[in-house]
Structure formats: structure tokens, C-alpha cells
């Protein structure tokens, strides 16, 4: 059976998840066979087809496990072969790009994280005829790219709330920690805190290097001491400003961005205050089984606006609520 022709409908689907079936393994092979007597659901008859899901993900960074199961169930569900790969730097994440065109995937998702580097890969799979999502990254510049949707959270208005939450606890004088300098949705992020708390200093560190991360954030903490709050932009780095804190015998308070279940259990004790939850598993299963409705019958998720999903504060009366959910790597 070929592929269907690629019909522009305006029609928003509304996604339930299946959260009873197994994951698709990456590396693709036969799907799971469909569960007797409706438990978990069934795996879907429609040709198996190929999805390629490149991220940005930095290596250790457990918010791209969440995405990554969320991808990997709805491939299992939709009897779609998942390729999952990453690289946090632009141009590789764009050469991943291409080797999935090569490779002839019926579909990609991506994070646009660093747009103008992927903008002739994205150009290549476009007039190859490959349907093009885009998730977490990118809310600002997928239409101009050629992605027929997007998934993730609004950054700017996930910063915002950040700063709403920071300046009800009387907060003046955050610090916010962008571990990827030019990282649009980082920016974006700090960016929407400085916008309702003007006194908001950004500091830069080197993600790939939680020593740096630490040595860098207890540096600041010891010198400056107008400072009364601190904010990581992802639970690795935020888990890791705590140490920082506790070297610089600081009485700073630590927000976060994004969560695992480390963090949640921080947040439950009252070291943290609260994170910013943008539900990437969410964001990541619809990814997937966006492409597989688009190749089933042409539909089209969002009327050419992003999905949100996201952002959703997280304290400490929502944090023991779902701290089971943390633990199975589904928040």
C-alpha cells in the first residue's frame, strides 16, 4: 500500500494515552501483538510505518527519558518502527535529520531548539515529502519551517508564571541559570521571569558539566548577596544548584524548571518551592501518534497553532499527589 496523499484538514483531535501498553524498543522490529480481551488496548492494524524522533537531549539529562517513553508508547501503539536519536549540538542534530531522510522514515519529529541550523535539513525533508512535527522547542518558528504542528509549552508564559509564583512568595532578586547559552526556549524562559520580576540576573553555565554547574552557581551565591532565589531551567541542574546552595551556606530559595523524581521528592521536603512542569511525556507520545494520523487519513492537529502543553506549576500540595507518577517516569 502507498503512501497516502497529504491532505491540510483543520481538525483537532483530542489524544487519550493507553497508559497500559508496553514500549516500542527503539531500534524498531516486529510490534507487540494486540492484548486479549481489550486490556490496554490493541496495537493498531494500519501499515507499520518509520518515525525518526531527534531531540536535542544533552547526555544524563533524565526530562528526555520522560519524552522518550511517551514517544516510544505511542509507537508501540500505532504500530509505528521508532528511531530515537539526539545530539544537543544544531548542526549534528541536522545531519540526524538528514540520515532519516536517507534511511526513507515516513515521518519526523524534532526539536527546534537551534532553528537556523536545522533550516536546510528541514527544507530537505519537506520536498522529500516527509511530514514534519516538532516538539519542546520551537513554538515561535515551526510554521516558518515547514511543521504542520508542535507540541510543548509556551516558554515565555512558562517564565512568566515563574515569576508570578516567585513574586507571591515575595521574591526580588532571582538568579535564573541558563545551562545552554542560545537555546531559544531557555532564553524565552528567563526572559518571562525577568518580565514580571525586573531584578532578575541571568547567570550562564556549561550543561554538559555539573562540576562547572556547581562550582559556577556556588561562586555567585557566595558573592552576591542581594540574591533571594535561584532557578534552574531543568530538575538535573536544579538538583544540582541545591548542592550549590548548601556549599555557599546560602538561605537562597530554588525554584525549577521541568521535573524527575528526585525533584519531586525536594519539592515535597520544602527545598524547593515549586517547578514549572511542561508535560514532556505528553509531548512526546503526541508527537508520534500525530504522524501516524497524518499518515492514516491526512489529519492535522492545532489549526497551524501549537498544542500546549504546558506550563503547569507544580508545589508541594501537587507534588505529593503525583509523586507515584515521578517514580514510573510519566511526570
Known amino acids: 500500500m502507498g503512501k497516502p496523499t497529504w491532505r491540510k484538514l483543520a481538525i483537532t483531535l483530542a489524544i487519550v494515552p493507553a497508559l497500559g501498553l508496553a514500549a516500542c ?9 494486540p492484548e486479549a480481551n481489550g486490556g490496554g488496548g490493541s496495537v ?4 507499520r510505518i518509520k518515525v525518526a524522533v531527534i531531540t536535542h537531549a544533552a547526555p544524563g539529562d533524565t526530562f528526555w527519558d520522560i519524552i522518550r517513553k511517551g ?65 519542546n522547542a520551537g513554538e515561535d518558528r515551526f510554521k516558518d519551517l515547514g511543521v504542520f504542528a508542535h ?17 507571591e512568595a515575595g521574591l526580588k532578586k ?22 514580571v520580576i525586573p531584578g532578575t540576573e541571568v547567570l550562564y553555565v556549561q550543561g554538559t558539566d555539573m562540576t562547572q554547574v556547581e562550582s559556577t552557581a556556588t561562586a555567585k551565591l557566595q558573592s552576591d548577596k542581594q540574591a533571594d ?30 521535573m524527575n523524581a528526585q525533584l519531586v521528592q525536594e519539592i515535597t521536603k520544602g527545598n ?22 497524518n ?6 492537529i492545532g489549526g497551524g497553532q501549537a498544542t500546549l502543553t504546558g506550563p503547569a506549576i507544580v508545589d508541594k500540595a501537587v507534588a505529593e499527589k503525583i509523586t507515584s507518577f515521578a517514580e514510573e517516569g510519566v511526570r
Not at 84 to 98: F, H, K, N, T, V
Not at 151 to 167: C, D, P, R, T
Not at 272 to 293: E, H, I, N, R, S
Open 229 to 258: 532565589a535561584i532557578i534552574g531551567l531543568g530538575a538535573p541542574f536544579t538538583m544540582t544548584l541545591l548542592k550549590a546552595k548548601a556549599t555557599a551556606n546560602s538561605k537562597v530559595e530554588v525554584a525549577s524548571f521541568d
Open 44 to 47: 493498531a492494524t494500519t501499515e
Open 25 to 33: 524498543s527503539s531500534g524498531g522490529g516486529r510490534a507487540p501483538e
Open 272 to 293: 524547593v518551592l515549586f517547578t514549572v512542569d511542561q508535560q514532556p511525556w505528553l509531548q512526546g507520545y503526541m508527537a508520534v501518534d500525530a504522524l501516524w494520523q
Open 71 to 135: 514517544a516510544e508508547e505511542a509507537a508501540a501503539k500505532d504500530n509505528v518502527e521508532l528511531q530515537y536519536l539526539s545530539d544537543p549540538d544544531g548542526g549534528r542534530q541536522s545531519q540526524l535529520i538528514e540520515q532519516a531522510i536517507d534511511q526513507g522514515v515516513d515521518g519526523i519529529a524534532v526539536t527546534l531548539a537551534k532553528p537556523d541550523a536545522m533550516k536546510g535539513a528541514l527544507k530537505k525533508a519537506t520536498d522529500a515529502g516527509i511530514p514534519i512535527v516538532s516538539l
Open 151 to 167: 507540541f510543548g509549552s509556551n516558554e515565555q508564559l512558562a517564565g512568566e508564571a515563574a515569576g508570578e509564583k516567585l513574586k
Open 295 to 300: 499518515y492514516r487519513g491526512g489529519f492535522t
Open 174 to 195: 532571582p538568579i535564573c541559570v541558563i545551562q545552554e547559552q542560545g537555546h531559544v526556549g531557555l532564553e524565552a524562559r528567563c526572559a518571562g521571569v525577568k518580565k
